[in-house]
């Protein structure tokens, strides 16, 4: 039987400019996680020319309900922006991520088979479901098999026609793939969540460049909180930093840390676990007077001294990161020639070293401030302070930079300090 899916030619090439073949598998794992998959896998077979004869993602999901067919294959999805799969704020549950992400295959395929068995009150049901590329907006599909007492519910996707080899897999797809789910498998780790790629579990931890665990405890009301702390080497693609709230091991709410708008790429999770977080109303404010009739909420005693704690710990962990980057950052700028060139080497040793020490401590204050700027700008900025350290101008110094950077009060103390502290450079 053949379906016509509700979708325009319009939506198509919106979805072709939005996706490339690394979003596409994701979004087919995705997928799989979402319908309460714990495994899925991935496997691929190259020819001799290192083209890919096949590839297949399969889950221990639920399956594809042959009820809701058209639900799951037949998205309304009209303007760019409903064409954009964003997963949701507040929670890791994918839902939603059907739908258009179901037709990214042809990005790097030209035909696409869903096989899946799902569990009905009849018994075991199996179907088929196919799309090729020069019919996206066309789908066929097969249920006509009676169900089974017995069967294995799941899905498995099979890709034909590829264009993608495996060269592009092992060097592209396979490190993206890292990034996008390593937070993901880290937060179900308990619930043995893995990816497995030609029959060997997928090693997230080239990702993890610290992580350690320890616990919080709240004397007044002898609350435990477990926390779970990961730095990770590169970025998690849209999900960003975040805290993780869990109450034996569900997730509860999830929400961006702190430090996460710093633009420093300190990339980092926090997992926090506690039966506190049972009934607890986040959507409440921490400086609400109100309390919660039932659970607790932002204003307890227990969230604050959390938040507080953590908080005071990030930026401990933060601090050797942002020397590195504060290194990396005065590098670059030796390489693409951003400082000053001075009259004489005499000059330059009585002068250079200041003002690279002002640079390097204001990158570790607030990194943001030296990013996005473009060669000129960059030059522009350097020769401003340059200038103003040596007129000696340390007011103006301190007020220029409070003014630009959100500061908090003990990071104006230290800015402050960092400024008085400085030699005034000599002419």
């Not at 092992?170 to 993901?184: G, H, T």
């Not at 933060?318 to 700028?333: C, G, Q, V």
Request: charged share 25%; aromatic share 14%; glycine share 6%.
């Amino acid at each position: 039987m053949s379906v016509k899916v509700n979708i325009t030619s319009k939506g198509i090439q919106k979805v072709l400019k939005n996706y490339n073949e690394k979003q596409a598998i994701a979004e087919y794992i995705w997928n799989g996680f979402d319908a309460n998959a714990d495994t899925i896998e991935i496997d691929y077979v190259a020819n001799a020319l290192g083209l890919l004869e096949s590839l297949t993602i399969a889950d221990n999901g639920y399956g594809i309900n042959f009820e809701r067919l058209q639900q799951k294959f037949d998205p309304f999805y009209e303007s760019e922006k409903s064409l954009q799969i964003v997963a949701p704020k507040h929670t890791s549950k994918m839902h939603g991520r059907n739908g258009v992400g179901r037709l990214t295959f042809f990005t790097f395929a030209h035909n696409a088979t869903w096989q899946t068995t799902y569990q009905s009150e009849q018994g075991f049901c199996y179907g088929e479901i196919q799309i090729s590329t020069g019919g996206l907006n066309s789908y066929s599909h097969d249920f006509t098999a009676k169900p089974t007492v017995t069967g294995k519910i799941g899905t498995t996707v099979s890709f034909t026609n590829l264009r993608i080899g495996e060269q592009e897999m092992n060097e592209l797809v396979l490190p993206y793939l890292i990034n996008e789910f390593c937070w993901f498998i880290e937060l179900n780790k308990h619930k043995n969540y893995s990816i497995i790629v030609n029959g060997e579990t997928f090693d997230f931890s080239s990702n993890v460049k610290t992580l350690e665990e320890f616990n919080l405890f709240y004397p007044d009301t002898s609350v435990t909180f477990k926390i779970k702390y990961v730095h990770w080497k590169e970025n998690l693609h849209k999900e960003l930093s975040k805290y993780y709230f869990l109450a034996g091991g569900e997730e509860i709410y999830k929400d961006y840390t702190t430090l996460n708008k710093k633009s420093d790429d300190y990339f980092h999770s926090i997992y926090i676990d506690s039966d506190f977080f049972r009934d607890f109303d986040f959507k409440s404010f921490e400086n609400e007077g109100q309390v919660a009739i039932f659970g607790a909420a932002k204003s307890s005693p227990e969230y604050r001294f959390l938040i507080k704690e953590l908080t005071a710990y990030l930026k401990e962990k933060r601090k050797p990161f942002l020397k590195e980057y504060a290194n990396r950052l005065i590098e670059a700028y030796e390489q693409d020639e951003i400082f000053p060139v001075y009259a004489d080497e005499n000059e330059k040793q009585l002068n250079k070293p200041e003002l690279v020490s002002l640079i390097k401590a204001l990158c570790e204050l607030e990194p943001k401030l030296f990013n996005s700027l473009n060669t000129d700008q960059k030059k522009t900025l350097v020769r401003l302070i340059g200038l103003l350290m040596l007129s000696d101008q340390r007011d103006e110094l301190y007020e220029m930079f409070s003014g630009m950077m959100e500061l908090e009060a003990d990071e104006q103390n230290e800015l402050l300090y960092l400024i008085k502290r400085l030699h005034p450079i000599k002419v």
